[in-house]
């Protein structure tokens, strides 16, 4: 047999609140029924999902999740951020709902993924669709870069967002002197998006703030774009914070 398809069935409080958080991410509704059980089903291009009502269901608590194959992780990152940008005015970075930027995850033979947490609380994570995914491609050079990595597999694989923040700031104590410019950058970033998870105001504007004040060449800001860009993301969220 060929062409099977698979629609993972997740939990939820409200079918409403899956309806609107989807619905800005570009889904559209394909099924919608309060009884006998609420249940509804939405599908952006050939990404199906489908959600089930449970009365004084806690978000949470939630362990729904699935696993989405994609050929471009980027592109849709950029879609579903830019749905958020719309509705929001800003990405939606801690709490819940919420989603993590793309970034290669050493646990997963170094493909690049990222996730969506939904109101529900189920993570949907998304990743690039790849043959040639091998735990030993693409091995960063710097202790600091392969203590992000790390860092990455415990905060957004995980969602172990204490530890993860603990990594980083180890390793950005022992090796900001010795580490390349771009991997302070991505570093810092990272620490800032953590810190926000953690409604740490005060980490995330200092790790913002250390990130913006390094020099980097045209070079190296060409190689760090889709960082720098976070770094702006982030600091939009923290305009309405005190």
Known sequence: MANEITVPLLPCRSIDEIVEFYTMLGFDRTYYQ???YPCVGLQREDLQLQFFGIPDFRPEDSYGSCVVLVSDTGALFEAFAAGMRKAHGKLLVSGIPRMTRPRKRKNVGNVSGFS???PGGNWIRIFHNTAAADDNTDEPASQLAKATR?????GDSKGDTRQAARI?????TRHRGSAPVTDLVEALAYRAELALRAEDTTAARDALARARALTLSEAEREQLGETLASLDDLEAVLLDRP
């Open 168 to 172: 980083l700031d180890s390793a950005l």
């Open 150 to 154: 790390n860092a990455v597999v415990l």
């Open 116 to 118: 969506i947490v939904d």
């Open 34 to 36: 309060l009884r006998p």
